[in-house]
């Protein structure tokens, strides 16, 4: 059973440009989650998905920032005209269910020049 | 909400010698607690967990961690550490009836030869 994949794994984009970040979860689950590591800190929640729904934004950013799920693909995390400060490790994690333990993938690293 | 304190930020320790990674949370609710390692330039691997039942839980590597209700603590030990166990520690707590995982800020173990 393949883990959660994330692809690209590091990614650079320059000021201004849009940066899209995919996630493909487990086989088998339906949850998906997003949080940011920016450097020498821990994760941060950023928004939590079910297929086509976004059940919890609240970390999210207002601006810029958007979650999608859809019914086929992956997971897309979306940012729109980048500022040096998103640049961070951005991590997926699926599970079955809510209380089902949160598996991370590898992480995509962005970085914003 | 729930939080989570990681009192130490960084860890020497030389090889062979026991560890603990403290770890104190905060909730008004039932929790779960993880611990997660973060090799570098990777993403997270799950420990071990506590769910309910036994306090003290065994996990990979030769990891454990004993929740302590009365103290709001998670702590996580192994008896005698490998060089391959340098890493980032993260520790995590969620609400039961919740979706988000908060994390600590991470503690850097470095294992000296």
Redesign the interface.
């Given at each position: 059973n393949a883990g959660v994949m994330q692809n690209p794994r590091h990614l650079v984009r320059r000021r201004g440009q849009e940066a899209r970040l995919r996630c493909s979860p487990m086989k088998g689950h339906s949850h998906v989650y997003w949080y940011r590591q920016l450097p020498e800190e821990g994760l941060k929640f950023m928004v939590y998905l079910q297929k086509e729904n976004i059940i919890d934004e609240s970390g999210m950013p207002k601006e810029r920032f958007s979650a999608e799920f859809p019914k086929e693909g992956p997971s897309i995390l979306r940012i729109q005209q980048v500022v040096r400060g998103d640049s961070a490790a951005y991590f997926c994690a699926s599970s079955r269910d809510t209380t089902d333990t949160q598996y991370f993938g590898p992480g995509t690293r962005l970085t914003v020049l | 909400a729930q939080s989570?304190t990681?009192l130490d930020s960084q860890v020497p320790v030389f090889e062979e010698a026991p560890v603990e990674l403290r770890c104190n949370y905060s909730s008004s609710v039932s929790v779960y607690l993880?611990w997660?390692v973060q090799y570098p330039?990777?993403?997270?691997?799950?420990l071990l967990?506590y769910l309910s039942g036994s306090t003290l839980v065994k996990g990979i590597n030769g990891f454990e961690a004993e929740f302590n209700k009365s103290q709001t603590s998670f702590h996580l030990r192994k008896p005698s550490v490998h060089i391959s166990d340098t890493a980032e520690y993260?520790c995590?707590v969620s609400a039961?009836?919740?979706?988000?995982?908060?994390?600590?800020?991470?503690t850097s173990l470095t294992v000296i030869p």
């Open positions: - | 989570v990681q993880f997660y330039n990777q993403g997270l691997q799950l967990k993260f995590a039961r009836a919740g979706n988000q995982f908060y994390f600590g800020t991470g």
